[in-house]
C-alpha cells in the first residue's frame, strides 16, 4: 500500500537530513565548547560521578564533541563520526547519569531524564552510522 505522505517526505528529505545532523551536531558542539570555558567544573563533577582517568578522558572528549559535532554540521565523515559520538553518549551515560547511584546534591530523577534521552540521541547516532553513504547509493551502472 502507497504511503500518501511519500511525495511529501521525499520532498523534505534533504532538508530534514540536513536540520537532523546539524541539530545533532550543535547537541555536541556546544557541550564541547562548554567544557573548555568550565574544564575545572566538568573535571569535579566527572570525578563525583568516578570516571577512571578524568581528566585524560575530558582531554580527549573535548576534541572529539568539537570534531565530531562539526563533522556532522558540514557532512563529513558523519558515518565515522556518529559512531565514535554513539560510542561516547554510551560511555556518557554509564558514567554521569548514573541515576542508580546517590550523589550529595544529586536528583536522581533528573539523571534518569537524563539517561533516557541519551538513549534517543544514540539511536539516531547509530541510524546516520549505518545509512550508506553516497556513494554505495548510487545505482550501477550498466556496463556496456
Not at 500518501?4 to 537530513?17: E, N
Not at 569535579?44 to 585524560?56: F, I, K, S, T
Not at 554521569?96 to 544529586?106: A, L, S, V
Not at 539517561?115 to 539516531?124: C, D, Q, S, T
Request: glycine content about 10%; some cysteine.
Amino acid at each position: 500500500m502507497n504511503n500518501p505522505l511519500s511525495p511529501f517526505l521525499d520532498t523534505l528529505s534533504r532538508p530534514m537530513d540536513i536540520a537532523g545532523r546539524v541539530l545533532l551536531g550543535l547537541y555536541f558542539l556546544i557541550p564541547g565548547l562548554t567544557k573548555v570555558t568550565g574544564f575545572s567544573g566538568t573535571l569535579a563533577y566527572m570525578e563525583q560521578h568516578g570516571v577512571p582517568l578524568a581528566l585524560p578522558v575530558l582531554l580527549l572528549t573535548i576534541p572529539l564533541q568539537i570534531g565530531c559535532g562539526l563533522a556532522l554540521i558540514f557532512n563529513r565523515q558523519v558515518r565515522t563520526a556518529a559512531f565514535v559520538l554513539a560510542g561516547m553518549t554510551l560511555l556518557i551515560n554509564v558514567f554521569m547519569h548514573d541515576f542508580w547511584n546517590d550523589y550529595p546534591g544529586g536528583n536522581p530523577q533528573h539523571e534518569l531524564q537524563n539517561f533516557i534521552k541519551n538513549l534517543g540521541i544514540f539511536a539516531g547516532l547509530l541510524l546516520l552510522a549505518a545509512r550508506p553513504t553516497a556513494e554505495r547509493q548510487r545505482p550501477q551502472q550498466p556496463v556496456a
